[in-house]
């Protein structure tokens, strides 16, 4: 395969258009921001670890038939998806009260919810990703009722998927973010990233952060934080 333009650099990743129209080439980043962009730093090594997990993240998917953009790993830092229109929906399942549910709603961080939550919110940095329910993403035309139907079961699928996968490695997802995206041919496939960028990890003994509120919380050893979720992920599998 061969790479052809830059089609588009994020905080986190680049990503380049390829020879084969339906097929693109995601290249993870160290960069790290938070707080819509306000914090910017440095996470060594965080591409390797975000693209490596991603990639065996979503192969499980698959085989439990949550379809994803996955194609194939190039190199450490570089993997071929296939080429989606991104759904402006960031999807946010919650195990566990944390960050922005526990503030909004005045909720100690850690409470243990019956069952988990779904919720959404409009991707688009210059509003901030404003929360939306069900019927403020039709009235924008994100998407029709039948894609939000399926993205929820898609989303309660990974949730399940990912729950018994880090408890396997000892810890505890509290929350997570996902994003989808629609093929040509208009299948609704996971896309973006599965990693400690976008899922809260407790160790499950300890209640010790494994994810980036290291970073976004400057409490240190965000790295070796990184790299030990990675190392436990291989050994669960
Ligand atoms: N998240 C993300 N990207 C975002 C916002 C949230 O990956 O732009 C993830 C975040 O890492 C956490 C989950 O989604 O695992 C829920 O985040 P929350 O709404 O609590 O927002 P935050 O406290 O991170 O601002």
Redesign the pocket.
Known sequence: MELRNMMYEGKAKKVFETDDPNVLVVDYKDDAT???GLKKGTIVGKGVINNQMSNILMQGLEKRGVPTHFIKELSERQTAVKRVKILPL?V?I?NIA??????RYGVEEGKVFKQPTI?F?YKNDDLG?PLLNDDHAFALELCTKEELELVKKYAFMVNDYLKEVWKSCGITL????IEFGKTADGTIVLADEISP????LWDSKTNEKL???RF?RDLGGVEDAYTEVMKRLRASI
């Open positions: 938070a707080f819509n960031e946010i919650r944390a960050g922005s549910f526990s503030k919720e919110s990703d509290v929350d997570f973010k960028d976008t899922c809260r994810d980036k509120d976004r």
